[in-house]
């Protein structure tokens, strides 16, 4: 199977999976007041956030097992793609804008933070540190990310 087929399976699959679970989502979608409209929106927020998810954290091992796939401006536009995630990170609160905007959409609390895979199917429910005093969970995507980028930035000075 091909990145794209992956991609797709794996947004569709954890993406219902999380709208048919998320104890958050389901009280939002009973909700009588919640327009239809307002229902596909976040049903749309879901499936692209677990898009983002499967890019930024599986491209990495694409990239470097079949490094003949990719020319060096893919790689460079998904460098700069992990770069703007981690900027939009740092300047929101250490918290995703998607994450943010389902969680207004839905009325919970801001400190919410994605359901990852593995949170996903242990149905937990993490929060996000505080921007000041950043909790374990969100250190690891941090310092992946930063090892992300050093790497993205070596493999293209190969390429030059």
Same mark, same amino acid.
């Given at each position: ?65 079949? &490094? ?11 460098f700069l793609f992990n770069l703007y995630v981690l900027f ?32 996903? @199917? ?8 505080? &921007? ?15 090892? @992300? ?12």
């Amino acid at each position: 199977m091909t990145f794209w087929t992956n991609l797709i399976f794996f947004t569709l699959i954890f993406g219902f999976l999380e709208i048919l679970t998320n104890k958050y989502l389901i009280k939002y979608f009973r909700n009588p007041s919640t327009k239809e409209i307002d229902k596909l929106k976040i049903s749309g927020l879901i499936l692209n956030h677990y898009s983002y998810y499967y890019v930024i954290y599986t491209t990495i091992f694409y990239i470097i097992l079949n &490094p003949s796939e990719w020319s060096r401006d893919a790689i460079i536009i998904y460098f700069l793609f992990n770069l703007y995630v981690l900027f939009s990170w740092y300047y929101n609160n250490n918290k995703c804008f998607l994450t943010t905007w389902t969680n207004q959409m839905m009325g919970t609390d801001d400190d919410f933070g994605f359901r990852d895979p593995y949170d996903l @199917l242990t149905d937990n429910y993490p929060e996000t540190g505080d &921007p000041d005093n950043l909790n374990l969970r969100d250190k690891v995507y941090y310092y992946y990310m930063y090892a @992300l980028l050093a790497i993205l930035i070596y493999i293209i000075w190969q390429r030059i």
